[in-house]
């Protein structure tokens, strides 16, 4: 599967952000979704995940609360609704996809098959 993100850009510290993710080649439901960031000098870490149906989701407890996966199966489309945004959310975030199965451990990167090019956020404080 292809994955493009989009949506990044500046914003000031307290704003919103929407990420967009689309995807293509594959059935989009057939993949858990993730979203990770990796900010300069530092290891890529875990933001957010959803499953394949949108049924749960995930989240780092450094965003808990603040920002919001979701999905659209029949857009090939997964979103972070980002809020409250703080200069340490700066970044480049990625999408990625997991091939769905039983155990699913959606904070680490090796559970992902697929990755997007990413998307730059930067927050201004």
């Known amino acids: 599967v292809q994955l493009q993100a989009s949506g990044g850009g500046l914003v000031q510290a307290g704003g919103s952000l929407r990420l967009s993710c689309a995807a293509s080649?594959?059935?989009?439901?057939?993949?858990?979704m993730g979203w990770f960031r990796q900010a300069p000098g530092k290891e890529r870490e875990f933001v957010a995940a959803?499953?394949?149906?949108?049924?749960?989701?995930y989240y780092a407890d450094s965003v808990k609360g603040r920002f919001t996966i979701s999905r659209d199966n029949a857009e090939n489309a997964v979103y972070l609704q980002m809020s409250s945004l703080k200069s340490e959310d700066t970044a480049v975030y990625y999408c990625?996809?997991?091939?769905?199965?039983?155990?699913?451990?959606?904070?680490?990167?090796?559970?992902?098959?697929?990755w997007g090019q990413g998307t730059q956020v930067t927050v201004s404080s």
């Open positions: 959803i499953y394949w149906s949108g049924g749960y989701t």
């Open positions: 080649g594959r059935t989009f439901s057939s993949f858990d």
């Open positions: 990625a996809a997991a091939y769905r199965r039983s155990s699913w451990y959606p904070d680490r990167p090796s559970e992902y098959a697929y």
